[in-house]
């Protein structure tokens, strides 16, 4: 059993940065594809940034240029630095970790932008 843990939410202007964390329990977790996911409300969650454990990463479109997934295997730690944040990227981020067709996610940390 994976558990996942997010921090690093707030309230940001438009324009500016915050560093999301998702700390993963379990020594297993190091080695499922970890990434994160936000849903605004009314809206279907959606990928934002997953990294492999070897550090590949693939980004949603909307993100590029702007955000930045890393990870610590060792640490079982994974980040999301967002800069350049828009009114648009306002969502609750969650963390996920998967386990071939199991998904295990966090509780969610909201990200509010102000314009």
């Known amino acids: 059993q994976v558990q996942l843990v997010e921090s690093g939410g707030g309230l940001v202007q438009s324009g500016g940065s915050l560093r999301l964390s998702c700390a993963a329990s379990?020594?297993?977790?190091?080695?499922?594809?970890m990434g994160w996911y936000r849903q605004a409300p009314g809206t279907q969650r959606e990928l934002v940034a997953v990294?492999?454990?070897?550090?590949?990463?693939n980004y949603a479109d909307s993100v590029k240029g702007r955000f930045t997934i890393s990870r610590d295997n060792a640490e079982n730690t994974v980040w999301l630095q967002m800069n350049s944040l828009k009114p648009e990227d306002t969502a609750v981020y969650y963390c996920n970790a998967k386990a071939g067709a199991t998904n295990y996610w966090g509780k969610g940390t909201l990200v509010t932008v102000s314009s």
């Open positions: 379990g020594s297993i977790a190091r080695f499922y594809p």
């Open positions: 990294i492999t454990r070897g550090g590949f990463t």
